[in-house]
C-alpha cells in the first residue's frame, strides 16, 4: 500500500489495524562510470515496494537525496548536510506521529545515510518526547545491502570485485529494475580500494573514477533480480519482527 | 534526460551544453476523500518529465515532501517546517552549482510550497554569494496548475468546481498517470470554500473532509491527459526561456 | 493605541476587547537615485499607525528590516536571511500569544517580504501547536501597495511609470510623511524593466540605479497624502474583516 | 544623517569620509505600571538621533525588540531568543560591511541585552572571517543608561529610589520624547528589590508590578531632556573615540 | 603532550612536526547500579593520555559529554542533541585548522556517539571546503572498546556477561583510573538484554537498572589495567597508521 | 560529590536532599609565551572542586572548550561559537531539570564565557518554560577571578602588572594545581594593554604575544595556593546563598 497512492481515509483505516510505515531512502551520488546517479534512491524504492505488497504495510513516497557530501566533487551528485537530514526525518515522524504512526522502518540504500539516520532517530525521539508526546515511537534502519543473503548472494557471485560502492550488486539491481537504462564503460581493472572517506576532493583524488574496489560489469539485471528477491524476502522478516516487538 | 538514470560523465556532457535541471517538487498531504495523498508530487513528477523529453533538460529526483503543516491535522500528511525545506533547497543548489549547474527550474505541484520556495531561492543566491561562489545561480518556479493553458482549462471543464484544493484538475492528472488508483468515495455537494488557511486544526475545523471548494468527482483521466500535454507546452517554453534570459 | 506608549496595565485592559495586533513590517533598502532607504518601512509605519487610529487596534512598533537579500549591492542596504526573519517573526508571536493576542495582523510595505512572511506564519501556527498551545493563532498579510485603491490610483496617476521598485506611489508616500527629506537627481529615462530577481549582484548589474522601470519623478507629497488615505482606508476594512472571520 | 532618510548614492558619499554606523537598540517590554512599553527603545532611538546631528554619524532604523524573556509574564512584552537577536545582528553587520560599513556603534537602551549583544559581536567577527572578509569590522557598544554623567544625575536626583527597572531616569527621558504619554498610576511604596533575574514566572512573582526596586513617580519631563544632554554628549564622545581607535 | 598544559609557543613547535591532535570523548550518563556516571569520559581520556605518551601525539582536552539521550530517563544523565553535537565537532575543527592541525584522531569511549561522530566529520569537511580552506582535514574515529584485543580480553575474562552497557570491561578501566570510587550494590542475575535502543523512556522501561546484559561485578582493577594496556598499544598503532596515511 | 564519580543511584539520593549542581566551565586558549592553554579550565575545575568539597555539593564535568573566538589566531585555542555554546548549555540544563536538578551553578574561568552564558541562561529558561516544565530552574554564574578577595589578592601581590589576560593570578593558580608544569620564557616588558577586543586577527595584531597588560612571571604555585583557597571559599559561600535564595 503505497502511501502517495491512498486517500487520508485509507490511512485512517490503515491505521487501526497497524501502526507501520516504510520509507525507502537513497541518495543521489555519482556511482562510477556506469552506475546511474539514482542507484541508492532506485534500488531503496523498488525493495520498499517489494516489502509492501509482501507484509501490506504502508510505504512512503522515497527520499531521494540523502547524505553523499563525500560524492560531490563528482558532477550530478546531490547531498544534504547531515544537520540538515536530521531535521528533515525529524520533520517526517513528527509530522506523521500524532495520526498515529508509531513504527518508523527506513529502508536504505546508501551506507553514507546510516550515520546520519542513526544521528537522526535519536534526536526524533528525544523531540518528540521533550513536547510531551507519547515515546513509544520506534525507528529502524533497514539497509538492504547489508542483509545476509545479500552479502552472501554477492559473496558468491563476485567475490573480491564486490568492492565497497559502484558495486555490482546494486548496479544489478537497477539493472533490474531499469532494464532500458544499463549503461556500459570501459572501466580500468586496476580500481582503488581500502582509502578511508574524508572530504569530497579527497575522496575523488584517491578514487578517480568513482568506484570503490568494485567490477560493476560483472552486473546483470538476472543478478539484480535475485538481489530483489532475497532483500525483500529478508526485509519483510526484518519489518514484521520490528512490528511484533514489544 | 533523467539524473536518476545518468551516469556521472554523462552529467559532465550535458553542463557541456546546457547549465539547467528542472526538480519536480510535491508535497505528501491529504487531497480530500478521493485525491491522492501524492498528488501535487504525482503532477509534478510527470509534467517535469515531460518538459524533461520536449526540451532535453536533465530532470533531478522528486522532491516528494514539501511544505504542508496546514494539512497535518488529517492522517497521512507529512511536511517539513519552512525553515527546513530552505535547508533542503539550498543544500540543492549548493550541490550542483560548483559542478556547473546554474540555472534550477522548480516545476511545483502545490501552491503551499510556493512562498517558502521563494524564500530559499533568496537564501540560496546569498548563501552561495557569501562564500564567493559566482552570482550567477538562478531559480526558477514554475507552478504547473497557474500555467495559463492549464487554468483556462480547469474553467472550461469544471466552472466554480475546480476550487483550490483537491481540485479535479489535478486529480484528473493524477488518474491519467495513475489510472489504476483512482478512488470513488461520496463527496459532500456542500464544500466548504474561502476561508483562509491558518494552523492544522484550524484547516480541519473549516474543511473538514479536506477539500476547498472543489468537485473533484468531475476529473477523468481524459481531461488528465489535456492538463498534462497544455501543461508540458507551457512550462517547455517557460523553461526555455528562463535559459535563454540574459 | 501603540504598544511602545502603552503601559502593560493598558495592554491588559486592550485584552479585554480585542486579540488583536498589528505590526508594520518595512525594509532598509535602497530605493533609487531619489527613494528613501527607509521607505518601506516608513510607509508601513504611518498607515499602521492610521489603522491603529481608525481602528482602536493596537500597533506594535516597526520592523524595519525584513528581507532584501537583492538589494545588498547598493550600499545602505541591510538584510536578514529568511531564515532569521523567519525567527523573528516566531519568537514575535510566541512571545504575545500566550498573554491573549491571538490576531497578528502585519501591514507590509516591502513585496520581498511577502514570501518570507508567509513561511514564517506557517511555521509560527506549527510552532505554537506542537509546544501545545491552542491553535487559535491567525496571522494576515496586509501589503499596502496592492490595494485595490492604491493600485487604482498609481494607474491613474502614473499609468506605466508605476513600475515595480522605487515606485512613484511609495516615494509620493514618504514625501507626505517626511517633506522634509524630499530628494531630487537626475533620473535616466531609460530606466531597466522586465528582468527577474535572482541574486544581488545580479539584479545590479540588471537595474543599474536600483530603480525597475519607474518614474519617482513623477511623486508628490499631495499624491502621497491620497495614498495615505486611500490604504488606511481599505486595510482599516480589512484588519476588521480579519478580525471578525469565524 | 539618517539611514532611513538616505539615498543609496548619500550612503555611498558618506562612506567615503566616515566608515561608522549608530544602531539604537532597545526592548519592547514591561516597564511598570507606569513606564512606556517602549521605553528602551523610545531612549535608544532619541539619544541616537541626538548623537547622530552632534557628530554627522550615519543613524540606522531602531532595533525595536530585543532579549527580554524575563518579561514575557507582563502582556504586551516581545521578545526575541538570544539565539535569534546573535543571527540578527550578524545580518545586519553582514549587510553592511561589503559596502565599507566598518565600526557599529550600538546605542543600547536595554541591560537585558548586553549580554546577548556582546556574544553577538563574536559571532558576527567570526562570521565575517570564515567567510574570508577583512577582519576589520569593530562593534562598541554604548549602554546610555550606564554613561558615568547619567548615573551621577540619577544618583543625585533619586538616590536609592532609581533602582533597576522601571528607573525614574529612563521614564523621564521618555516623558521628554513623548510628553502626551506620561502616565500616572498608584505605585505601591513596598517595591521589591535584590532579588535575581531567573525565568519569566519567577520573575513576576518577585516583582509583581514589573518595577526593580525604582520610584518612577520621581520622573519628569525636565529630567528627561537633562539626561538626554548629559547621555548625548557622552556617547557622542565615546562614538568619536570609538573612531579615532587605532 | 596535553594541549592543556602546553603554550601557544609550544604549540606552535609541535605543528612543525606533526599535524596530529587527539581528542577523547566520553559520556555523562548512568552506567547501571555499579558503573560511575563518567565511565566513558574516563576510560577515554585515560587512554587518549596513554596514547599520547607512547606516540608524542598532542592530545585535547576530553569532550566529557556526547550524545546519550536515551540515557536521560536516569538521573544525572547529561547529553547534547545529535545537532548539537555536530555543531561542536565543526567548531573544534574549524578552530585548530587554520593554524595546522589536520589530522584529528577522537578515542571515543560511548558507542552511542559513534553516529553523530561520523556525521559530524561529513559536515566538518565540507563546512570547510565551503569556505575555501584546504580539504585535506581528516578525521578517525577510534573507539577503544571495539578494538581487537579489548574485545578478546573482555570475551575470555567475561565470556557473555561482557554485555552491552556499564560491562565489566569499562568497569574495570574505571576502577583501575579511580580505585577510590569502586563502587558495589547488589546486581540482579536477570539482566535485560536484546533490546533494541529507543527513546529514554522506552529504555528505562526494558533496562530497569540501566544495565544491557553486563555483569559489572566480575571487574576488578587488574582487569582494567590489562583493558588499558590494550587499548593504549591498539590505538596507539591506528593513530599512527591514520597519521602515515597517503 | 563529583557527578562524573557518582552512580545513578548515589544521584538520586543526592535529590533527595539538594536541587543544586556546580559546573566548571573553563577555555582552551592561548594565555601567553608562558601560560598554559588549558588554564581556564584548570582553575575553574580545581575550585570546583574545592566547593564541591567544602559544600558537599555535585560537581559535572568540566566544560573545557568556551567562547575564545578571539584567541583563534594563536594556535592550539579552540572555541565554540557563541550560538554553539548557548545550545551546549541549554542541553545541558534541560537533560537535568527532570531528574530534579534545578539550581545551576557555573564556575567560570574566563571573562570571554560571561556574555554568552548569560545569554543561555535566558534561552535556557524559556526553552523550559515554552515546553511546559516548571518554571523554577535557575542558573548562576560564578566567575573565581571577579571575587572580591581574588581581586584584593591579586592588587596586592601584583598591583598593575595583574593585566587582563595571562595574568599572574590565573597562572599562579595554574602552578599551584600543575607544579609539573611550570613554564618559563622570556616576557617582553613593554605588554600591550588597553585596546578593545574585536576579531581574532585583530587581536593578535594588537596583542602580539597573547598577553593583555600581564606579567605572568609574577607568579608561583604558593600564590596559587593563596588564590585557591580564597576563591573556594568565596565561592562556596555563595553557592550556598543561590541554594537559600527563596
Known amino acids: 500500500m503505497q502511501l502517495q497512492l491512498s486517500t487520508w481515509p485509507e490511512v485512517e483505516s490503515y491505521l487501526q489495524s497497524s501502526p507501520g510505515i516504510i520509507f525507502p531512502i537513497g541518495s543521489t551520488e555519482q556511482h562510477g562510470p556506469t552506475g546511474l546517479i539514482g542507484t541508492d534512491a532506485i534500488c531503496a524504492e523498488a525493495i520498499a515496494k517489494g516489502v509492501g505488497e509482501a507484509t501490506g504495510a504502508m510505504v512512503g513516497p522515497t527520499i531521494n537525496v540523502g547524505m553523499a557530501l563525500h560524492h560531490l566533487a563528482f558532477p550530478g551528485s546531490v547531498s544534504l548536510r547531515p544537520s540538515t537530514l536530521i531535521r528533515v526525518i525529524v520533520d517526517y515522524v513528527s509530522s506523521l506521529a500524532p495520526a498515529g504512526f508509531s513504527r518508523f522502518y527506513f529502508i536504505n540504500g546508501h551506507g553514507g545515510n546510516i550515520a546520519t539516520l542513526k544521528a537522526a532517530f535519536s534526536e526524533a525521539y528525544h523531540h518528540l518526547g521533550s513536547l510531551g508526546?507519547?515515546?513509544?515511537?520506534?525507528?529502524?534502519?533497514?539497509?538492504?545491502?547489508?542483509?545476509?543473503?545479500?552479502?552472501?548472494?554477492?559473496?558468491?557471485?563476485?567475490?573480491?570485485?564486490?568492492?565497497?560502492?559502484?558495486?555490482?550488486?546494486?548496479?544489478?539491481?537497477?539493472?533490474?529494475?531499469?532494464?532500458?537504462?544499463?549503461?556500459?564503460?570501459?572501466?580500468?581493472?586496476?580500481?582503488?580500494?581500502?582509502?578511508?572517506?574524508?572530504?569530497?576532493?579527497?575522496?575523488?583524488?584517491?578514487?578517480?573514477?568513482?568506484?570503490?574496489?568494485?567490477?560493476?560489469?560483472?552486473?546483470?539485471?538476472?543478478?539484480?533480480?535475485?538481489?530483489?528477491?532475497?532483500?525483500?524476502?529478508?526485509?519483510?522478516?526484518?519489518?514484521?519482527?520490528?512490528?511484533?516487538?514489544?
Chains 1, 2, 3, 4, 5, 6 share one sequence.
Open 133 to 246: 508526546h507519547s515515546q513509544n515511537v520506534r525507528c529502524h534502519l533497514g539497509n538492504w545491502f547489508m542483509a545476509r543473503g545479500v552479502y552472501q548472494l554477492a559473496k558468491e557471485l563476485y567475490g573480491d570485485q564486490e568492492g565497497h560502492h559502484a558495486t555490482p550488486s546494486e548496479v544489478a539491481l537497477t539493472q533490474f529494475v531499469y532494464p532500458e537504462a544499463i549503461k556500459t564503460a570501459p572501466l580500468n581493472p586496476e580500481v582503488a580500494s581500502g582509502h578511508s572517506i574524508y572530504s569530497a576532493q579527497d575522496f575523488r583524488e584517491h578514487y578517480s573514477d568513482g568506484r570503490m574496489g568494485s567490477n560493476p560489469a560483472l552486473a546483470t539485471p538476472e543478478h539484480g533480480q535475485r538481489f530483489y528477491e532475497v532483500a525483500v524476502k529478508e526485509l519483510s522478516e526484518s519489518y514484521q519482527r520490528f512490528l511484533a516487538e514489544n
